[in-house]
C-alpha cells in the first residue's frame, strides 16, 4: 500500500470522521475585547480580526481553527460587519479562537488608536528609555525593557 494511501484512510478514519462532523463552524463570529479599563466587544458578530501576537500577526475569520495565543503590544484591528474598521492599541494580554468560531481578545491594557496622543506616546517613550539605561538590577532592566517595548508600539500606533 502506498504511503499517501495509508494517510489517506488514517485520516478518514471513522474517529476523524466523526470529529469532523462534530465541530461546529459557522459563518460568523462572535467577538469580545475586553480590558481591565473597557469592553470594548461583548460577543458582537464581525467580519474579521487581526491580532498582534508574539509568534507573528494574524488575521482570524469565521471558521478560523481553534487557535490561543499570546499578544504582544500592538494594534488590533476588527472588521465589523457593516464594513467599518475600529483599530485598538493592546499593551499585552491572550487571544482565543474557539471551536464555535468565537474569539476573546483579553487584553491588559487597550485604548481606540484615535484616543492616542503622538507626542505624550513620544515622551513616555523617552522616560521609558532612560528607566532602561539607568537601571541596575535584573527586574529593573526586565520591567524597563517592556515599558519600552510598549511604548514604542504606543508611538507606532500613534502615527
Do not use: W
Request: aromatic share 6%; net charge negative.
Amino acid at each position: 500500500m502506498n504511503v499517501l494511501r495509508t494517510v489517506r484512510l488514517a485520516a478518514y478514519s471513522k474517529p476523524a470522521l466523526r470529529l469532523m462532523q462534530s465541530r461546529s463552524y459557522s459563518d460568523e463570529m462572535a467577538f469580545t475585547l475586553a480590558a481591565a479599563n473597557k469592553v470594548f466587544y461583548d460577543s458582537a458578530n464581525i467580519r474579521q480580526v487581526d491580532v498582534p501576537s508574539f509568534s507573528g500577526a494574524f488575521g482570524i475569520l469565521p471558521k478560523h481553527v481553534p487557535t490561543l495565543a499570546v499578544l504582544k503590544p500592538g494594534v488590533v484591528t476588527v472588521y465589523e460587519n457593516d464594513g467599518a474598521q475600529k483599530k485598538i492599541f493592546v499593551s499585552s494580554g491572550t487571544v482565543t479562537v474557539n471551536e464555535d468560531a468565537s474569539v476573546q481578545v483579553l487584553a491588559e491594557e487597550a485604548h481606540p488608536v484615535e484616543d492616542l496622543d503622538a507626542s505624550a506616546c513620544r515622551e513616555l517613550l523617552t522616560s521609558a528609555q532612560s528607566q532602561l539605561s539607568s537601571a541596575s538590577g535584573d527586574k529593573d532592566r526586565a520591567e524597563a525593557a517592556i515599558a519600552v517595548e510598549v511604548a514604542e508600539a504606543l508611538v507606532k500606533a500613534a502615527e
